[in-house]
């Protein structure tokens, strides 16, 4: 049971290259969610989506784009990486947005 | 808008000491409460779950306790092992959305 998968581990990109994050769970679970981390600022939720079709803004939304592409995936698109962007993500799911959540084991981004 | 505080945001304990970390939120109408660990450099591991009608969750060594109208939890590691250190993150569930406080950074030495 592999849970909630996120690829790639580790990326490096120059400024103003896009790139996606993708995630995949396996748990049948409906909502989906992405975080960013930094140091002293905690997980900061970039966006989600509490069921298949639907994407919504969270606290960190600007620089970024999503995709629910099923149940099972949901993908996050930096258009214009910029340095801000340097972070981990982490994706993570939920049954529902009131149930405990499941995390990736993340994605080290560096934008130099 | 919710905030989540973790108290003490460091900690270092000798082994086999029983220790609580504490997590306060302002608004009280959550769904549930999530305590994680994560170690440095890797992901969140769920430690217990505590739904909005429950006043606490015990695995093995762990017991975390919510008192939603003070807006406070509390996880309590008891016989504290080297094995233990490692960041803890309290988080409370509102609607579709988990907010994180910013953690407690554990260092129990031998």
């Known amino acids: 049971n592999a849970g909630v998968t996120q690829t790639p581990k580790f990326q490096v990109l120059k400024t103003g290259q896009s790139m996606t994050l993708q995630c995949a769970q396996d748990m049948n679970h409906n909502s989906m969610y992405w975080y960013r981390q930094d140091p002293g600022m905690g997980l900061r939720l970039i966006y989600y989506?509490?069921?298949?079709?639907?994407?919504d803004k969270g606290e960190v939304p600007n620089g970024y784009n999503v995709s629910r592409l099923n149940k099972r995936e949901f993908s996050l698109r930096l258009e214009s990486a910029a340095p801000s962007q340097t972070s981990v993500y982490f994706c993570?799911?939920?049954?529902?947005?009131?149930?405990?959540?499941?995390f990736g084991s993340g994605t080290r981004l560096t934008v130099v | 808008k919710q905030e989540v505080t973790q108290i003490p945001a460091a900690l270092s304990v000798p082994e086999g000491e029983n220790l609580v970390l504490n997590c306060s939120f302002t608004?009280?109408?959550?769904?549930?409460l999530q305590w994680f660990r994560q170690d440095p450099g890797k992901g969140l591991t769920s430690l217990l779950l505590?739904?909005?009608?429950?006043r606490e969750q015990t695995s093995g060594r762990l017991n975390a306790s919510l008192d939603k109208s003070s807006g406070r939890s509390t996880l309590y590691i008891a016989a504290s092992q080297p094995g233990d250190s490692a960041t803890y993150l309290c988080a409370v569930g509102n609607t579709d959305k988990l907010i994180f406080g910013t953690g407690t950074r554990l260092q129990v030495f031998p």
């Open positions: 993570a799911s939920s049954v529902q947005g009131d149930h405990g959540y499941t």
């Open positions: 505590i739904q909005s009608s429950q």
């Open positions: 989506s509490a069921s298949e079709g639907t994407t």
């Open positions: 608004d009280s109408a959550i769904y549930n």
